[in-house]
């Protein structure tokens, strides 16, 4: 009994598979341009994890390309400190050798031999 209207009661069938209700039929499309947007932002999300990869990769042949440099600095660093070493505690025997020699040439001109 389709479309029977009693007047407390209506037997109208609302779920007809022609046409569904413009709320449903609403609600869908904003599911769908919702989906829609979260495909299209992991789409984006994969291409920006591809282009940190590809950088990665190539930062990891920069490092292995410095390291064998940033060994030999390291060397010369600890060469040349070694050095200043030794230069410096040859400056210091030579500045108290000096400092003594002139002592000694002032007692000398002073008399206190």
Known sequence: MRGYRHSNFSCVDRTSPRRPPRRQVRSEDKAAASRAGVHTRMDQLFDRVG??????TSIGADVAEMEPVTDDVKRWKLMGIGALGVTGIAAMALGVSFAEAIRRIVL????KV
Do not use: L, Q, Y
């Open 51 to 56: 282009d940190v990869e590809a950088s990665v």
């Open 108 to 111: 000398v001109i002073i008399g």
